[in-house]
Antibody, heavy 116, light 107 residues
Framework: QVHLVQSGTEVKKPGASVKVSCQAS????????MYWVRQAPGHGLEWMGR????????NFAQAFQGRVTLTMDRSNSTAYMELSGLRSDDTAIYYC?????????WGPGTLVIVSS | DLQMTQSPSSLSASVGDRVTITCRAS??????LAWFQQKPGRPPKLLIY???KLHSGVPSRFSGSGSGTDFTLTISSLQSEDVATYYC?????????FGPGTKVDLK
């Protein structure tokens, strides 16, 4: 059974960075991309980027180019998303989701609060 | 980036009603279009992929159609548990943009 377990709530000050983890189980980690999607309070879904655990290849939405770092640790089937230069409008739930192209399983989300 | 639009942005319907949601892509995306359902406080769930294929476990009252730039999600007979926000997403090439969502509630 596919499971994606994400790290817990983070509270950060403006200008700081946050690193969110997503540990996968129940499937071959290197067989699927790991995607990152965020949702600000009361808003819709925003596609951030994806990483290919097989070869490390990445794609990013233009809005996040240069500010998001996607990494992975194949040894423990974990993907990471680090967002730098945090602003108040980065307050959101950050989801990881696996997929080849279609995002078929999602993690529960990690709440990141940016506040001074 | 390619843009996705959805209409309506919200709708109210009665149990048993047929509900139709439209999604439009600013450029053609073939059949690389998925639909998601999101209930409050929960992550999105995949309903349909490849424009018309039902994801495993999704009730048959959900269906999708379309290709190119215009797509439709239909709920043939609305149930109370279908109250949610529905998003379309293109996935032909990165970035895989989402539509703004359609909120469905009961009349």
């Amino acid at each position: 059974q596919v499971h994606l377990v994400q790290s817990g709530t983070e509270v950060k000050k403006p200008g700081a960075s946050v690193k969110v983890s997503c540990q996968a189980s129940g499937y071959s980690f290197t067989g699927y991309f790991m995607y990152w999607v965020r949702q600000a309070p009361g808003h819709g879904l925003e596609w951030m980027g994806r990483i290919n655990p097989n070869n490390g290849g990445k794609n990013f939405a233009q809005a996040f180019q240069g500010r998001v770092t996607l990494t992975m640790d194949r040894s423990n089937s974990t993907a990471y998303m680090e967002l730098s230069g945090l602003r108040s409008d980065d307050t959101a739930i950050y989801y990881c989701a696996r997929g080849i192209t279609v995002l078929d399983y999602w993690g529960p989300g990690t709440l990141v609060i940016v506040s001074s | 980036d390619l843009q996705m639009t959805q209409s309506p942005s919200s709708l109210s319907a009665s149990v048993g009603d047929r509900v139709t949601i439209t999604c439009r892509a600013s450029q053609g995306t073939g059949i690389y279009l998925a639909w998601f359902q999101q209930k409050p406080g929960r992550p999105p769930k995949l309903l349909i992929y490849a424009a018309s294929k039902l994801h495993s476990g999704v009730p048959s009252r959900f269906s999708g159609s379309g290709s190119g730039t215009d797509f439709t999600l239909t709920i043939s007979s609305l149930q109370s548990e279908d109250v949610a926000t529905y998003y379309c997403q293109r996935y032909e090439t990165a970035p895989f943009t989402f539509g703004p969502g359609t909120k469905v509630d009961l009349k």
